[in-house]
Nanobody
């Protein structure tokens, strides 16, 4: 079992920055792949950034160059640093985890087993 708890959401102006955190606890084998997703009202949940524990990172096109995913093993924390935020980035953001490998290939929401409760990000123009 894996438990995920997000924090750090909020409201910012267009062009602002936020950093989201996700405390990850439980079986590390079951959380070898870690990711951030988001879901806006009326839209499907979409991937944002993914990584393998201690390994490479992968970003979806919409956020590449603006968002950075990172992991702090000492604090059991997954982070998402977001810069140059745009109104279209507004959504509920979720961290997620799954066992296995090929974290950069199998990135769909349906691939992930464990989810946090979400944290809201609102970007105003």
């Amino acid at each position: 079992q894996v438990q995920l708890v997000e924090s750090g959401g909020g409201s910012v102006q267009d062009g602002g920055s936020l950093t989201l955190s996700c405390r990850v606890s439980g079986n590390t084998y079951s959380s070898n792949c870690l990711g951030w997703f988001r879901q806006a009202p009326g839209k499907e949940r979409e991937g944002v950034a993914h990584m393998r524990r201690g390994g490479p990172t992968t970003y979806e096109e919409a956020v590449r160059g603006r968002f950075t995913i990172s992991q702090d093993n000492a604090r059991n924390t997954l982070s998402l640093e977001m810069k140059n935020l745009k109104p279209e980035d507004s959504a509920m953001y979720y961290c997620a985890a799954r066992p296995g490998t090929s974290c950069d290939i199998w990135r769909g929401a349906y691939q992930y087993h464990y989810w946090g409760q979400g944290t809201q990000v609102t970007v105003s123009s």
